[in-house]
């Protein structure tokens, strides 16, 4: 899924972490959060990596 149509989504309202309504996109996610989208599912975040590509 593309990060414009996440980010549609949760202008929408249509994503929860743990339960609770996310209103930005920059929301922060930490591993074992569980995730759900309205007419998608759920999933638990397993690992958060960042990487900075030169």
Same mark, same amino acid.
């Given at each position: 899924? %593309?990060?414009g149509k996440v980010a549609n989504l949760i202008m929408? +309202?249509?994503? $929860?972490v $743990?339960?609770?309504e996310v209103t930005q996109? %920059?929301?922060h996610l930490k591993p074992s $959060?569980?995730?759900a989208i309205? +007419? *998608?599912g759920r999933l638990e975040? +397993? *690992?958060?990596v960042i990487c900075v590509c030169l």
């Open positions: 899924m %593309s990060l929408a +309202g249509n994503v $929860r $743990r339960w609770k996109a %920059s929301h $959060r569980l995730v309205l +007419g *998608e975040v +397993g *690992e958060v």
